[in-house]
């Protein structure tokens, strides 16, 4: 397999299935003549043209609005937020609008649509810039969650949301695009299924559930508990909405025992929710409280050191573990 | 417009009598506006409008018996039981809706223009919206999107004076909202909206430019609901003396005197109101004898179904 980057897996999806399928476009701010604020859709207008890949005026809730009206109409749109922090402004749209006109037509009306962008913290970019959106978006029927970890995931995935009939939220990690990660080579078409979660390192002892920035905190850290004598199974979910708690369940039957590792903030939101369903669905095999170890429960702070603290780290992760496996 | 207003009397006769729930707002006295721009409109165009839906729906072609099993949450409605008043759909007719958050379909229109635009086809889509729609963002993002992209859409503010309690001149520095136009780069129309064929005219002219790649219009219609804001509104904000005056120019009492004055026989005109009463009656007893929303649709429905489309 090629080694590509995660930036360069989303545009290769973008551009295969805007191939395949003449109905499918890009629209949003920069992602045409500027190449992508964060290059994701490099190349794309010369591969195009203009008329299917659309610069917008800064206005979220306008071209969010109008990607789900024409979604309505039968197009297949994707609409890239810059970040997911500017889609508060296009909240409602998301919510009033894509994600209740199938029910509230009665199933008339599809909405195959893709939201998509960089999610959660980058850099030093403070409390207005960093917010890991998956919380606000899972709770909503009707709408599809995905936060994919690797390159292959982004490509997989973003393919199969792309030709979903429904609208898919679709985040990105921001500190993930320079990632490098294997992808099936050209000419082999992966459609990885929405919904399904992976094995991502076997083990015996403990079982890590991650996804997004800290899938590599937990790999990092499942290494040097190895070291030390704890084997971690790391499982992740890929779809947040809907949820496939098969794997973790399996798991989490053979250790006995689980931390979940999320950038999200603790109240509520996957995180909680992966809890829920593991102490319901695999109570009589835990030998330990379930544990989350999740982005502080503060608006992110600019300064490094602080942020630092905010995000989880390798060393929260191995004193979680420690704490389940009466280690520490 | 004698089926809205005969199938909306009765409405409220059953929200009255609790058949009908949640919120119920009427188009009674808005109707001229709902035919004239049907009648312009052809296969494969698009209509939206906000929550006040049923007069547009019906205008449209959908049955009253559809509407009417709607508001009562039957299967039969023409949202299964799923929209209710606020949520009707007939997306055979091209009518994408009754919506109801304030300013938040405008965008879904400059969308289903976008598709036209995109896939070269010569469909127009018609935006309803009321005079309370005009301040809040999603009025502004989509009007400068269409303006922009030069969308074939036609921008209806039906300006019936009211946004719920609050007229006009205190939501608005403007007495005239067409000249909002100008600023997204699109013509302006405003007219009175009693007269249908005066409107149709009017519409008329927005469509045929969409239609040929002249851009989208704003039109600004004068008009004024006979009843209150939704079924729980007194309207104690207005006088009966400005209400009674607005009736003067009922557009049905218009288009009826309108008739009588071309040699149409009153008579003639009476029998298509008794016409219309049965249609009604007749809806209102398929609506209670129908089967009630599905309850099994009620899971399925949440997601579209995957595979081809």
Known sequence: MRQLRYREALREAMLEEMERDERVFLMGEEVGHYQGAYKVSEGLLDEFGERRVVDTPIAEAGFAGVGIGAAMAGLRPIIEFMTWN???????????NAAKVHQMSAGAIQVPIVFRGPNGAAKQVAAQHSHSCAPFYTNIPGLYVIQPSTPRDAKGLLKSAIRSNNPVIFLEGETLYGVKGEVPDEGVEELIPIGESRLVRPGEDCTIVTWGRPYYTVLAAAEK??????????VDPRTLRPLDTGLMVESVKKTNRCVVVHEHWPYGGPG?????????????????PLERV??????????????????????????????????? | MMVMRRFEEEAARNYAKGKIGGF??????????????????????????????????????????????????????CSRGFGGSMHFFDVERGFLGGWAIVGGHLALAAGTAFKSKYAGEDSVTVCFFGDGSINIGGFHEAMSLAGLWKLPVVFICENNQYAMGTPLERTSPLKDLSIKAKGYGMVGDRFDGHDVEVVQARI????????????????????????GHSMSDPAKYRTTTELEQRKQQDPITVVREKLIGLGVQESALDDIDLEVDEEIDAAVQFAEESEPAREDLMMSTVMAPEGES
């Open chain 1, 86 to 96: 500017f889609s508060f402004v296009a909240f409602d749209q998301i919510i009033s």
């Open chain 1, 225 to 234: 508990l190895s070291a030390e004598g704890i084997d971690c199974e790391v």
């Open chain 1, 272 to 288: 909680a929710e992966i809890v829920d369903r593991l102490q319901r669905e695999a109570f009589d095999y835990l030998d330990a």
């Open chain 1, 294 to 328: 999740t982005g502080l429960d503060v608006p992110m702070p600019y300064a490094l050191n602080l942020e630092d603290k905010v995000l989880p780290t390798e060393e929260r992760v191995i004193d979680a573990v420690k704490r389940v496996a009466y280690a520490s």
């Open chain 2, 24 to 77: 119920l707002h009427l188009y009674i006295g808005q109707e001229a506006i709902a035919v004239a721009a049907t009648e312009v409109l052809t296969e494969g165009d698009y209509i939206f409008q906000t929550y006040r839906d049923h007069g547009i729906a019906l205008a449209r072609g959908m049955s009253a018996k559809a509407g009417m099993a709607e508001l009562f949450g039957k299967d039969t409605g």
């Open chain 2, 204 to 227: 008329g002219e927005a469509v045929d430019r969409a239609r040929s790649g002249g851009g989208p219009t704003f039109i600004e219609v004068l008009t004024y609901r006979f009843r």
